[in-house]
């Protein structure tokens, strides 16, 4: 019985709320909610620059991404292993800088150094998602975004009274 249920599935998802059929995926809203914008400043930083520039100021380009409100709250969930890397890593270059630094001096080989550099950063990262892994609940933080992730996948927002229908 269950698998026929499945099968019937209609074709045309409706809103669980109102039965509109404007809903949309929220992968579709979050990707049409985000936008990349060009930007470029010019500053006079604090610090003297002259040397470089002429007039002292330093312009400044780049691109940042927006989001709208909606497209935020329709955003994927954040993978946590990438947040424990991300965490780890500024130790990682410090702890890699200092030791592939001093062995790279006292053996005087510069590609020796960035091998102990790459070597201490790995063992860094490794380790901490490591010990977050088996100490801090990772398995279950891991657990938890793949299944946030799954309901995320299918997750349908109604534009027209706003309600989340979820679809398994
Ligand atoms: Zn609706």
């Known amino acids: ?3 026929l249920g499945k099968s019937q599935r209609s074709e045309c998802m409706l809103c669980a709320h109102c039965n509109s059929e404007n809903i949309k995926r929220f992968s579709v809203v979050c990707e049409e909610g985000t936008s990349t914008e060009n930007f470029s400043a010019t500053s006079k930083p604090v610090w003297n620059t002259k040397p470089f520039s ?3 100021k330093q312009k400044m380009q780049g691109t940042r991404t927006v ?3 909606l497209a935020k709250r329709c955003s994927p969930p954040a993978d946590p292993e990438y947040g424990v890397l991300y965490m780890a890593a500024f130790p990682g270059i410090i ?6 630094f001093s062995s790279g001096i006292s053996w005087n080989s510069f590609w020796l150094g960035l091998i102990v550099f790459a070597a201490v950063l790995a063992i860094v990262l490794f380790g901490a998602v490591f010990l977050w892994k088996k100490f801090l ?3 279950k933080s891991i657990a938890n975004y793949r299944a ?3 309901n995320w996948q299918h997750s349908w927002y109604c534009s027209k009274c706003g309600g989340v229908t979820v679809s398994k």
């Open 148 to 150: 946030s992730l799954e």
């Open 67 to 69: 989001k709208t409100d």
């Open 137 to 139: 609940n990772g398995n």
């Open 1 to 3: 019985m269950q698998a």
């Open 54 to 56: 002429p007039l002292g």
């Open 95 to 100: 702890l890699g800088g200092y030791f592939g």
